[in-house]
């Protein structure tokens, strides 16, 4: 089953520590 903008963003998400910067593209980054 594939993911939807929002989960993706959402697993993005918990991946990060907290004050981390990274390259997410475009689109992506407003949702996480």
């Known amino acids: ?3 939807d ?3 993706i963003a959402q ?3 918990q991946e ?3 004050n ?3 390259n997410l ?3 992506i980054p ?3």
Do not use: D, F, W
Request: zero cysteines.
């Open 16 to 18: 990060l520590e907290h």
């Open 5 to 7: 903008k929002n989960q």
């Open 25 to 27: 593209g475009i689109g």
């Open 11 to 13: 697993r993005i998400a």
């Open 20 to 22: 981390t910067y990274v």
């Open 30 to 32: 407003t949702l996480v």
């Open 1 to 3: 089953m594939a993911l």
